[in-house]
């Protein structure tokens, strides 16, 4: 960074870097809603797919998780996947942002990334 005499920062260069650090934001963002993140449950009977942003894309159930007489370990199945899934996405997240948040100082309100 260029500090002009009495240690004033060179302005014209600090937008420049914050735009292109806005620019690789936008990108990650991107990359995280295009991204396909799975988590499984019951040994992979049931497989969640999730973006990278934790939003529901997929849901695979195999045929034998579906037992009518017992709906109720199948339903506890599919949560434990989608959480599996949302985990893992969140990860992902971390791993795309933190370096982003760690320049900007920490994105409020991303958990599990520096400055939340």
């Not at 870097?17 to 988590?39: C, S």
């Not at 996947?81 to 100082?105: C, E, F, I, W, Y």
Request: one cysteine or more; hydrophobic letters at 40%; a negative charge.
């Amino acid at each position: 960074m260029t500090v002009f005499p009495g240690g004033m920062p060179d302005m014209q260069q600090l937008l420049q870097q914050a735009q292109r650090m806005q620019q690789d934001l936008m990108a990650a963002q991107e990359e995280l809603a295009q991204a396909e993140v799975k988590g499984t449950a019951g040994g992979g009977l049931v497989t969640a797919t999730v973006n990278g942003v934790g939003e529901l894309q997929g849901l695979e159930i195999k045929p034998e998780a579906c037992d009518p007489d017992d709906t109720e370990t199948l339903a506890d199945l599919v949560v434990a996947a989608v959480r599996d899934a949302t985990t893992n996405a969140r990860a992902l997240a971390a791993q795309k942002l933190g370096p982003l948040a760690q320049a900007l100082g920490g994105l409020p309100g991303m958990p599990g990334l520096p400055g939340t």
